[in-house]
């Protein structure tokens, strides 16, 4: 697998997403996948706030999120099926705003692969908008499948056999995220100015429809729920 990241000029707020892939991308080639960050896909949906003010930020978090519980450094939210700091709401190489998240990212994903896939005459395509998170009891962040289109975004092995015949009950491999880490790994964090990337030779499977759900877990299912709830007890 590579993964080849793309430096470009700074994008504009409420600028044409499409025409700036264009400038920046020549070619894209047959079961490539392009890695675009949830940034620019939310400043080409105007998804801003000028009024940077911590009662403005905790509303909008509030507003933006399914759960939200305060903690010592952040909010911690449950949004689109997702745990994240904030809401994933950042003023990070914002320019002095709140950028929000894509109002649904997996929207954004299809509308986009279909475009691309007239200009560049491509039939198998993947598109994954991307963001940063971090893993519980982890210094670092990693890179999130914010939404995907074009791949199965999931590789099950229940109830194929193992190296010596013993079947698998739960093993799953999350293909969008590892993908989304992947991209993020090379296209950085900080003055990079890489908010593209292309992936190609990837070991995936591409499709036509997805399922916007398949990486979700209900809560209450949740391996990790009993151990935050037990440290949370004993506090």
């Known amino acids: 697998m590579k993964v080849q990241p793309l430096k470009t000029r700074i994008f504009k707020e409420n600028e044409n997403l499409v025409d700036f892939i264009r400038a920046h991308i020549k070619k894209i080639p047959e079961k490539s ?3 675009v960050t949830s940034k620019i896909v939310a400043l080409a949906e105007g998804r801003t706030v000028s009024d940077t003010s911590a009662s403005t930020k905790e509303k909008l978090i509030r507003n933006e999120s399914d759960f939200a519980l305060q903690t010592k450094y952040v909010l911690l939210t449950i949004k689109d099926g997702m745990v994240m700091a904030n809401a994933g ?3 990070s190489n914002a320019k002095g705003k709140l950028i929000l998240l894509p109002k649904d990212s997996f929207q954004s994903a299809a509308v986009l692969r279909k475009q ?3 200009i560049y005459k491509v039939k198998k395509l993947g598109v994954l908008i991307t963001d940063s998170r971090l893993f519980p009891l982890r210094a670092g962040v990693v890179g999130v499948a914010m939404g ?6 999931i590789k099950s092995y ?4 193992d190296l010596f015949g013993r079947k698998f009950v739960f093993s799953q491999t999350d293909i969008a995220d590892s993908l989304a880490t992947s991209a993020v790994l090379t296209m950085g964090e900080g003055r990079e100015c890489q908010p593209l990337a292309l992936i190609t030779q990837a070991p995936i499977v591409f499709t036509e429809k997805i399922n916007k759900r398949e990486l979700i877990i209900d809560p209450k ?3 990790y729920a009993p151990l935050f709830g037990s440290l949370h007890k004993k506090k």
Do not use: H, M, N, R
């Not at 229940?158 to 056999?161: D, E, H, L, S, Y």
């Open 148 to 153: 995907y289109a074009g791949f199965k975004g």
């Open 33 to 35: 996948v392009l890695v």
């Open 116 to 118: 691309l896939q007239k």
């Open 158 to 161: 229940k109830g194929t056999p």
């Open 221 to 223: 299912e949740d391996v």
């Open 89 to 91: 709401i950042d003023d």
